[in-house]
């Protein structure tokens, strides 16, 4: 048996019976190298390289920006300024949700970061405001998503970093399609909500109420300025701006809203610690993996075998998209990435995509992986705050997923809404 079919068929083995994802790319590679003659030394040596990155430096940061932000205060107040924009309209409450999560995710960077800091505020109001417990933790579920849609955008990062594509170029493509997949979460929110009856606060549009809580969310809000106006005004790099994002998120939490207290910062770093180590693991080994991939010449032979079946590039990436929406139900956001982009990128070029169109498809379809199980984070983070169950979780975010696609497939269509603001540039 050749190493190449080793190595695909021992990591289809190791997911289906369950082996965490990072694992099952680890032996997978271990075996490949085994059957290939290869010194078990290059799967150490290709992690390091993997991780041996400035660009990669972003993502702890970002991490760690997200957890101080959420726990200082930001998105509390983030939440006032959009209750008082839309919490009178009909479902009100889900559309502030969708309009927190985008602000949010121009923080955090991370997907279920977002779930969590406007979650935990936003599925008990909507609850007590008379929205069932499955729409609410559905709503919170799906504008989580977002978070890595909107830059700056972690898998954005991953993108850039194993294809060379620019990823400021992917921050700037991320907004239009961002706004675009939020709108069509607010408008099935709008007309779920007028079907059941989920009205809105009640109190009218007031613009010095708006005034007032856009002055005491000003550091929440600037937040985003900052980090993006930075990189893109030239002033620093994506790298950079999430170490800016880090002491931003410090010195506004301890000293400006003070609800970031000293004895807080232990376990926020932890948690980030972790969450990283867990995001360094999977690079390591997918790195190896795609290594091994590309030295047994799987793209090309992948690039003969897609070319063969139609020579229309939205075919092709109809194709594709279907098998990223397929594999996102049972693997890891930034492995489809690490895995799929390097593997099918040389096949689009040749077919005239723009790597930056591409880049925001594979982003937006593992965003969709991310709230269908079994492996979808997001439904556990929502789970995990309104005390559902996943399975319910999951029937009640059919709809949004299904919502998302459709805006999915209208972007492979119209590559115009993720290139319109790189192509300005």
Known sequence: MSASVVLGVTLIIGLLIGIPIAFSIGIATVAALFVGGIPASFIAQQSFLAVDSFPLMAVPY?????????????SKRIINVAQEMMGNITGGFGIVTILSSAIFAAISGSSPATVAAIGSIMIPAMIKRGYSKDFAAAVAGSGGGLGIVIPPSI???IYGVVTG???GDMFLAGFVPGIFLAGLMIILIYYTSKKRGYVGTGVKFSLSRL?????????????????????????????????IAVVYGLIVGLFIYKELKWKDLPKTLISSAMITGSVMIILGTATAFGKLVTM?????????????????KY???LLI???????????????????LAPLFLPVLTQLGVDPI???????????????????????????GISGLSIERVSKSIFPFVLTLILGLIIMLFVPWISLVIPNLF
């Open 155 to 157: 898998p954005m990062i």
């Open 357 to 383: 169109h591409f880049g925001i498809l594979l982003v937006v379809g593992a965003e969709i992986g991310m709230m269908t199980p079994p492996l979808g984070v997001n439904l556990f983070v929502a789970s």
């Open 296 to 312: 047994y010449q799987v793209p090309n032979q992948l690039a003969d075998l897609i070319l063969g079946m139609s020579d229309n």
């Open 321 to 339: 998209t279907a098998l990223v929406l397929f594999v996102g139900t049972f693997m890891e956001t930034l492995s489809i990435i690490i895995i």
């Open 315 to 317: 075919i092709i990436l």
């Open 211 to 243: 005034l007032k809580a856009s002055k005491e969310a000003f550091w929440a809000l600037m937040a985003p300025v900052i980090i993006l106006g930075g990189i893109y005004s030239g002033v620093f790099t994506p790298t950079e701006s999430a170490v």
């Open 165 to 167: 594509v620019s990823i």
């Open 62 to 74: 970002f991490i760690l920006a997200g957890a101080l932000m959420e726990t200082g205060g930001l």
